[in-house]
Every structure is written in C-alpha cells, then in structure tokens.
C-alpha cells in the first residue's frame, strides 16, 4: 500500500509540474519580424496572431504581393518560434 501511495503522489506531482509548465508556456508572447524588421507580428503560444505592425516605408515601397508576402513571413516566424518553444512533456 505505501508503495502504491508513493507512486501515487509521484503521479501528482508530474501532473502539477507538466500543468505549470504549460501554463507559462501558453502566456508567453512570440514575435516575427520580416522587411529588415519593419513588419512585426506577435502570435500567442497557440499561434493567435495578436498584433501586427507595419511601418509606414513597408507600406509606400512595396507592392500589395510584396507586402502580403512579408506579412506572411512575420507571421509564420512568430508560429515557429511560438511551436519550437512547446514544452515536451515526458
């Protein structure tokens, strides 16, 4: 029986360890940048965009497809960064 409890509260404690990993995990913030850094997107950990900035030069120089291209980038960035930083739980 005591082993039984032990193993127990070593299940517990993986539980509550994973838990608090993934909640500092999931409120972290991650960036992209594309166009020399003149584009930025934030995404969340579950790759939400949550803000999108685009300088004013961005905007006047490229063309509308070049300008969505590097948006993209920015965005796909701040995902693979945000998925890269995903704890690996045993």
Same mark, same amino acid.
């Given at each position: ?5 032990? $193993? ?20 972290? $913030? ?7 850094? $003149? ?52």
């Amino acid at each position: 029986m005591d082993e039984a409890m032990a $193993r127990l509260d070593e299940i517990l404690s993986s539980a509550r360890r994973a838990e608090e990993t993934a909640a500092q995990w999931s409120a972290r $913030r991650f960036t992209g940048r594309a166009d020399g850094g $003149r584009i930025v997107a934030t995404t969340d950990a579950l790759g939400v965009l949550l803000d999108l900035s685009i300088h004013p030069l961005s905007r006047s120089r490229l063309d509308a497809r070049r300008l969505a291209d590097e948006i993209l980038s920015a965005i796909t960035r701040a995902e693979r960064d945000a998925e890269s930083a995903m704890p690996r739980l045993p």
